[in-house]
């Protein structure tokens, strides 16, 4: 089972302004997290510290500079950032997968079964 | 918001209590046949199973512990129902990080006009 969130927001400023502000680290720690670490390239890795000691992991599967940000996070949920000029800036679209429970859920049927043997 | 702290993830909070429990093949099969039938007691599980009632009955017990299956009492038997806790966890999420995204695009909005303002020829 995987669930979906999905937004859109235009932005008035240039793609490469919005591009910048998903990928630098002191850009995302204005917006996206309290502390930011990212290497905006594929298979570069991320991480994101908030106030509340909260911690996530990523690794950077597609970046296409002022178009397409894919991160898939250590839980195996995904969050695709896409980037579209538009009349009066920039269109982000933002789609973050969960985890796919069913999945984990297999994953953890064979861990169990292993411990047993 | 303050549910950051409790953001869902596989193997924690109640998703890993419903993973232990439905860890083991058999349970998981008795959890879809409880949910085909829509209540079902270790009897009727059982007669179409090559195991005893009594083994069914613990671990319709297990699955009860774990959240997945209600249990009401009808006579001699127990009679088991599936429970929708983990379609709530679905909402949960769905609830937890749209607004996660909600309040990141407007920060996100807040800092490229701030970056914009910044720029701006004095």
Redesign the interface.
Known sequence: ?E?H?E?E?V???EPA??WE?LTEPE?LE???ATEAELDPVPGGEGVFR?G???ERRAVVREAEPEERLVLDWD??GEVVLELEEVDGGTL?R?R?T??D?AA??EL??LS??HSLV | MAIRAERLKPGTGNIGIVFDALGDPGRRALVASVAELGTATATELAAGLPVTRQAVAKQLAQLADAGLLGATRVGRETRYRVTPQPLGDAAAWLAEVGGQWDERLAALARSLSRGRAARRPS
Do not use: I, N, Q
């Open positions: 089972m669930l969130v937004r927001v932005f008035p400023a302004e919005v502000a850009r204005e917006w996206f908030w509340d000691g909260e839980d195996g982000l933002v973050e969960s985890p429970f984990a859920l953890h049927a169990w079964s």
